[in-house]
Every structure is written in C-alpha cells, then in structure tokens.
C-alpha cells in the first residue's frame, strides 16, 4: 500500500495532533494516519483512489495546514529542508520572545514595584496617579497581546470547532486577565469622578495585566525551545544525504573526466583514490586498496578491495586506487536506502506525551462551563450583585489558568536538562527524558561504544633470541611507511615509547596480506602467518625451527609471559585484566627453556608454530595477529585490538541494575564480538548485523512491547537510533549518529548511558508530582473561587487572591523541579566481567535474533531464534523476591506498589514496607524478577533487585 508523507502547519499539542489523524482517517481510502507532533508531519497509508490534495483539504477543514513531502534521495535536497523551516519558526519565537520581554519587563515593574518597594515615578503615586497608572500597564499589555495573537486566533477557533487545546487554555486565561483588567480601569474611573477614594483602590486590585503579559512570555520561550528542537531533529537525514560527494572521476574516452554525482549512470566505470568516497554503489573492476566502511558496517579497521568486491556509496578509500563499474545510483544506492529508513523511523516515532495536553479537551470547557455556571447561579438564583458574581466567574476562570499546568512539564525538563548538561549528557527533546524513564532494554553498538573504536597495540611476543625492542623496530621500520590503520596504530605506539627505527630499502606494500623491506641489508617482512609463510618460501624449516621438547617432569615450569605493554604504557593486565591472554601449553613448551626465570623480562616464544598456537588464543580474545620474520626465521608477533572502554563493563552492571536488559548488536565477526562482550558481562550479541539488521531488531523488540535504547556512534547506527524510542549517540561519533539521536554522550563513557535513564526515571517523577500538585490545586481552588464556601462560612476568593493563588502554585511547582539540579550519577562500581561465552547469532532470518533471550526478554521471545540463557528468574513455587523501591514518600505511594505488584499474573501476595522502602513478593510461579522491577519503574518509582 503505498505511503505519502506531509509537512504540517499549526500544530501545538497533542490535541491537535490527535485531530488531525481523526479528520484524515475519515477520508474514503485511508487506512493509517500517523502524525508526528515533533517533526509536524503526516505519514498517510492509502489507497490510490486517495490524492494529496484531498488530504490537504481534510487538514485545512481541522483548522491546520498541510503540503505533501518531496522524497530524499542522496546527493539532493529540498528547496527548503524541514530544518529550515524549523529554524525560521524558531528565529520567529526568538524575536517574539525578545519584544515581548521588552513590554513584560516594565510592565511588571510598574504593576508590583509598588508592592515590593520599587520607587515609582511621582505622577504615578496617590489617587491622582493611579489612573495614568493602570492605563499605562494597559498600554504596555497590548504590545504583548498582539506579539503572541496566535494563541488566541488559534485557541479560540479551536474552541470554536469543540476541540480545544493548549492554546484554548492561554487564550481564555490571559483574556479572562486581560478583559477583567480593562472593566478594572473603568471602575477606577467611575470611582474617580464620584471622588470616592475606598472605591478607587478596590478597582486597583482588578488589574491583572502582568499576570497575562508574563503566562504569554513564558509560553513563548517554550515554543521557541521547542521548535529549536525539532530543527535538530530534521538534520539527520539531511547529514546522511551530505555523505554522497557531489561530482565523480568517471573514465570517459579513455580519461579520467569529473562529472557530478546526478549524471552518473550503471555501467560507468569510476575512478576512486586515496582519500576520496564513491559517489554510487558498484563493484571493483581493477586496482586494489584498503576501504574504510564505516559509514555501513560502523567498524573501524578497514577491509581491503580487490576485483569483484563491491563497494558501496560514501565508502571512502584509505589508501590505493580503484576502478568501479557502477551498479546502483541515486536512489537505490545502499546510502539512499539508510535515508529512507533514517526518515521513516523519525517519522513513526509517537507524539510527546504530556498530560496536560491529553486532558485539556475535558479541562478547558469543564472551566468554562463552571465559570459560567458560577456566575448564572449567583446573580440569578442566589441574588448576588452582577460585581460579585462577575468576579467569581473571573476567579474560576484566573485561579485555573494554565500558569502551573504548563511550568509542570517544562521547569522539571529544564532544570533536569541542565543537570545532564553538566554531567556531559545532552536530552535533545522533553520526549527524550519523557522515554529514557520507560527504556527496559539497550542495544549496544561495539565499536566506538562499548571499545574505543580505533585499533591500539596491546602486546608484543618475540621468538627465542629476539628482545622486544628488537621486535618492535623492525615493525616500526616497515610499518611508519604505510598509510593503513593498523600500521599506524603500531608506529603511533612505538614513538610514545620512544623506540627507533631504522631506514628502509626496496620497501613493498602487498594488498591484503603484508609489507617487505630490507633493513641493514637483510629482507624483512610484516604481515599475518600464511603470508609469511608464502614469503619466506620454506614452510618445512619454519615448522621445525623449534626448541627441544617439554622439559623432563621435576623441572621449573616456564615462566608466563610478562604482561603486553599498552599504547599509553601500562600493563595489560592493569588497563584490562579480561584481556590478559595466557600463552596456550603449545606455546609453553616452544618456548626456550633457559630465558624462565623471575622478574620482568619478556619470555620468548620459539618458531611459527609456537607463535601461532599463541595468536590462535589472542584471535578468540578479538586480537589481531601480525606476524615479523627476516630471511631466514620468525622475529615474534604483535597483537592490537579494539580495547574494552574501563567502565562498560560497570555501566552494563548499572543498567541491570536498574532493570534494563543490554544486548550487543555488532557488525563485526562473531568470534571478536564474543570476546567484548565476554569482557563487559554481556550474556546476549548479534553479531554480523548490518545497518538494516540493527533497525530491524529494534523495532521486532517494540513490536514485543520492549521500550529501546540504542547505544551507538556510526552512520551504520542511524536507522537504528533512529528508530529506538530513545537514541543516544557518543559525541566523537559521526555527524549522522548525532543528529539521528536523542541523547549525546559528550564523555564518550556507557556508563553516561545508565545515567541518562536514571535521569529520565527522576524527571518523568518530578513531572507527575508537578502535575498531580497542578490538578490538586485546580480541584479544590475552582470549587472556593466559584463561591463554595461564601454561604457557610463567608469566604469569597476575590480574582487578586485567586491570581495569587496561581502564583503560588506556580512557585511550588518551579521549586518542586529545582530539586532535579541536585541530581547525583549512579556510581559505576567495578563489576567483575562474566567468563561465560556469550550466546551469538549471525545477523539473517537463517538464525533469528539472539536477543530474544537477554535479560528481562526471555518470557515474551520463548521460542523464537536461537536459545539462550534468561535473566535470573524466581524459581519454584511460594518463592519470595525482594525489591528495593525508591520514591515511595507516603502510604498512597506503598499501596499503589503493592497494588501494582500484586495485579502481576503469577504473584501470590506482595507486601511493601515504606519505611525500609522494600517490598517483598511471594511467587506462585516462575516470574523474571527484572518483570516485577520493571512493572514498579513504570508505575512511577525506581526499583532493584535485591
């Protein structure tokens, strides 16, 4: 079925998202209508019989606008881009905002100085001045009321259609405010001219103009924040289709002519050198070279092309040249097809839930009607005066003015903004913090998230007879010549250990398998085993060129290894005990008997055959081997690796921890992919996951009814973070990962990660506290405004009371969120890493997902894929598992766990105690215990396993 997407206009909440989809759903041939409140679009499944232009007039008759979404393809952009159009709104709100500051700012100065004991010019002081005094606010109100008339054309015309929204509630607050105000002036008139003094102060206290000005200025600036978000958010795919360069060498009559990337077409032959990028999918035809893929796989090393390989658009070339017949352009090139899935997933993404938004069309006419009700009960059945009776009506309507209602989501967002801020994490939106609080499984990206993401030299083994030093010169020699990554990785090393190198002659590099040069004379060579073998030409002796056999039993065992040094000089086994790699008993007994022995010294390793049972254990810990040799033996080896990053292994404890399950979603090989997870404690990988794969385990997760974070740095990440209900991208990732993200990590530390959900969980709190005090006010302060208790007890909320009221609730509300700032990270407690071999599977349907069974997901995924160990379960029956909660403040908050706990299907009883704040569950069945922690988080409080 085919798919239109629209840009809209007009929205400002939920409501008017929610009408929007009910006036296009009612179309003759629409099948799913899909708004994006953030992004303002419309994602529209129809049938053909369905045009745009009757969808936009839908949308025109709900009161919006609306004009269809040209597609993206890479290396092309729209005349005007939604960021753009985002970024003038949001120059719009700026320029409002500022003017409107530059009325509000005198006009509460004049309204409250007085108040305060602010000196006030003398023509406004006495009875003579209150006069100029009261119409001057007037004069400096209107300013304002014009600057922001959008919200009460847009208000009033959606009260007007009997759906009202939050614009509805400003409208009729400030303009209550503002109308009772102005009968203020006329009665300080009236007042005047009858010389009546008593009666002109009472007037006084009618004017509530600052009170309309300020709700207008504040109401502004969050629009403009707002707005200022979505911006970023369109910028995604706009990075993603930067990535294709714009003009390509192409061979054209025999040479090498540039043309631009829009007139390429299959079959062209493209030319590609160092350090440039294809501007089209195709397949290597002739030349050779390293490619670094990372804009697609998110690995870093690169992988070597030679002819019949494909490469893809935006892959850029780390060294040699290549010719590439050219397959697919525009928009079927793999790159356009990650914009496609970029956008989409943006696209579906839900609306930001906000409370007041989903009740306003209950609240707002509720108000009116009670306002109206208030003053026809008074005047006509309780014989009241019109004064009186007005001015209750007014008061209902001041004392529900949005002012709290609408501090309560944004004050607890900014303030829990600013707290990530100066922690390093960056919430790029309200929904980002509103979902992080829900997120109970994160999928992990390896490389550059979970490792460094770049290739270090982490130990050197030499061979019987050759000292490290010796070891490491001859690789620096050949290697300081290369351009590739793993050479630089080693020749980086080497100058921080300040170790020599010495002049190469008849130097040679041989794609894919090593480089050769002679050094002093005598032919060297660097590369892995089977090339060395094929270079020095005599498999045989290399094989034979071994020590005598294991010492007779009695002798002193050999002496291990001496831990591998670091890039920054440590030890390995200082910098990370789990990758310690312990020589295997083949190489033990190679090993020269005579250099056992106490002390530091490096223990040799003798011939190929030693040192290959060694690289084959430094392979199943991730490591890359390359091997040295001259012309006649083999000088040692050399592992680099992607190193673990120190805390994530404590940040994968802290996430479990907090009930969120981490899955590892790599592109690389199984068996490195292993190993870093094996390191971290994670017990769950897909390996071999292409960009489409990692989407598409995201959303098979949210299908099941997980709530996802993906955790990741690559271009081949986006569709992913895109498509996860909250993305976070590390800052020293891509531009791409960024911009597709919710959140940014500027330490490039996981365990900022766990931090960010932490903090979502304490914000999302703070708002339903903002929230709960915001409707508790409005609940029992309408019913005093309206006059509940002038019969009784003579108490009538005049309209300065019930606009102090609002004040205060507003106060309550700003200080209530201003706890947020002294939010504290989790502290990362160094776990030690799980030894269990982790479960993998290779991305395709020929396995299935092997993140079905990651911790907390096992119930819901039985069956499905590959098995794999669940998370610790409470097992057998009238079994008991305890929980710590926090958040618990009174005995509401206990019964409402208690009752939450014990709705679980499965669970006998559940018994919470406030003052411990624990709650302890009997089991009639097996149940996850991360299920039962999960199921208090959503209800509101923190919960963990004890």
């Known amino acids: ?144 009321l014009h600057l922001n008339r959008g919200y009460f054309s847009r208000g009033l015309a959606a009260l007007a259609r009997r759906a009202p929204t939050m614009d509805t509630l400003i409208a009729v607050g400030t303009g209550a405010a503002s109308l009772y105000g102005a009968a203020g002036i006329y009665a300080m008139m009236a007042a005047l001219a009858a010389g009546d003094s008593h009666g002109l102060h009472d007037a006084s206290m009618m004017l509530y103009f600052e009170s309309g000005a300020v709700i207008l ?195 607890a967002v900014m303030v829990g903004t600013g707290a990530g801020a100066r922690m390093g994490v960056l919430f790029k939106s309200a929904a980002a913090l509103e979902r992080a609080a829900a997120v109970n499984v994160a999928i992990l990206d390896k490389t550059g998230t979970v490792t460094e993401g770049k290739p270090e030299l982490v130990g050197a083994y030499p061979a019987r007879g050759v000292t490290e030093e010796e070891l490491l010169t001859v690789f620096h020699s050949l290697e300081r010549l290369s351009e590739h990554p793993l050479a ?176 590892m979603v790599t592109g690389d090989d199984e068996r490195t992919a292993r190993a870093v997870a094996r390191a971290c404690g994670i017990t769950r990988v897909l390996a071999g996951a292409l960009p489409q794969d990692k989407e598409r385990e995201v959303r098979r997760l949210q299908d099941k009814g997980f709530v996802c974070a993906m955790v990741g740095d690559g271009v081949n990440d986006a569709p992913a973070l895109a498509r996860a209900d909250v993305g976070i991208a590390v800052a020293s990732g891509t531009d791409v990962a960024v911009e597709a993200a919710d959140v940014v990590l500027m330490k490039n530390d996981l365990g900022d990660a766990a931090a960010a959900v932490l903090l979502g969980r304490k914000v999302l709190r703070n708002i339903r506290q903002n929230l709960f005090w915001a409707f508790c006010y409005n609940t029992l302060g309408i019913p005093v405004a309206a006059g509940a208790l002038y019969k009784a007890l003579g108490i009538a909320l005049s309209p300065m009371v019930a606009a102090a009221a609002m004040s205060l609730s507003s106060a309550c509300v700003v200080t209530n969120a201003l706890r947020l700032r002294f939010f504290k990270p989790p502290v990362l407690a160094e776990a030690a890493p799980s030894r269990e071999s982790p479960e993998t599977a290779k991305a395709g349907p020929e396995t299935g997902p092997a993140a079905d069974a990651a911790p907390g997901l096992a119930a819901a995924t039985a069956g499905e894929g590959k098995s794999a160990t669940p998370a610790p379960a409470a097992k057998g029956t009238d079994m008991e598992v305890k929980l710590k909660v926090d958040g618990m403040t009174c005995g509401h908050c206990s019964a409402r766990v208690e009752k939450t706990l014990s709705e679980v299907p499965g669970v006998d009883k559940a018994v919470v105690d406030l003052k411990a704040g624990t709650a302890v569950v009997t089991l009639a069945k097996d149940i996850p215990a991360q299920t039962l922690a999960r199921k208090v988080t959503e209800a509101g409080y923190e919960a963990t396993v004890i």
């Open 217 to 411: 200025t504040l109401v502004t600036m969050g629009r403009m924040l707002e707005t200022r978000a979505k911006a970023r958010t369109g910028a995604a795919v706009e990075s993603l289709v930067a990535l294709a360069p714009k003009t390509a060498v192409i061979l054209k009559g025999g040479a090498e002519t540039e043309v631009p990337a829009a007139e390429l077409k299959a079959g062209d032959v493209m030319i590609l050198k160092t350090g440039e990028s294809a501007a089209a999918d195709g397949t290597v035809v002739g030349g050779s070279g390293a490619a670094d893929e990372s804009m697609l796989t998110g690995e870093s090393l690169p992988v070597d092309k030679e002819p019949g390989d494909r490469v893809s658009c935006a892959t850029a070339l780390s060294s040699g040249r290549l010719e590439i017949r050219i397959d697919r352009v525009g928009e079927d090139t793999v790159l356009a097809q990650i914009v496609r899935l970029v956008d989409a997933a943006t696209g579906s993404k839900a609306p930001i839930a906000r409370l007041a938004d989903r009740i306003s069309g209950i609240f707002v006419p509720a108000v009116i009607f009670i306002a109206a009700a208030a003053f026809i009960v008074w005047f006509l059945f309780a014989g009241a005066t019109a004064s009186l009776s007005l001015a209750m009506a007014i008061s209902v309507l001041i004392i529900s003015c949005p002012c709290a209602l609408g501090l309560a989501t944004p004050t």
């Open 488 to 663: 630089r990785a080693v020749v980086s090393y080497c100058q921080a250990k300040g170790l020599p190198f010495r002049e190469v002659t008849d130097w040679k590099q041989h794609p894919g398998q090593g480089l050769s040069g002679r050094i002093a004379g005598k032919l060297c060579h660097a590369g892995n085993r089977k090339t060395i073998r094929k270079l020095l030409g005599s498999p045989e002796a290399l094989e034979s060129q071994e020590e005598p056999a294991r010492p007779a039993s009695g002798n002193p065992p050999p002496s291990p290894p001496s831990a591998p040094v670091g890039a920054s000089g440590e030890t390995l086994r200082n910098r990370d005990a789990s990758r310690i790699v312990e020589p295997p008993p083949e190489a033990a007994d190679s090993r020269d008997p005579a250099a056992s022995g106490e002390g530091d010294s490096p223990a040799p390793y003798s011939g190929l055959a030693g040192l290959t049972a060694l690289a084959e254990k430094l392979s199943e810990e991730g490591l890359t081997a390359l091997y040295a040799a001259d012309e006649t033996r083999v000088l040692g080896l050399i592992a680099l690796g992607d190193a673990v990053k120190p805390r994530s292994a404590a940040a994968v404890k802290a996430l479990s921890d907090m009930g969120v399950a981490s899955v």
């Open 1 to 144: 079925m085919p798919r239109t997407d629209f840009n809209l206009t007009g929205l400002t909440c939920a409501a008017c998202a929610a009408r929007v989809e009910k006036a296009v759903s009612a179309l003759p041939g629409a099948e799913r209508a899909d708004v994006n409140l953030l992004k303002s679009t419309l994602a529209l499944e129809h049938a053909l019989s369905l045009t745009a232009p009757e969808v936009v007039a839908a949308v025109e008759k709900a009161g919006y606008g609306a004009s269809p979404v040209s597609s993206l393809a890479a290396g092309t952009a729209p005349p005007e881009t939604p960021s753009e159009r985002f970024r003038k709104e949001a120059g719009a709100a700026a320029l409002r905002l500022k003017l409107s500051l530059a009325f509000t700012a005198p006009l509460f100065y004049l309204a409250m100085g007085h108040m305060l004991g602010w000196p006030l010019p003398p023509f406004f002081r006495g009875d003579r001045g209150m006069l100029p005094w009261a119409f001057t606010q007037f004069l400096l109100l209107l300013p304002v």
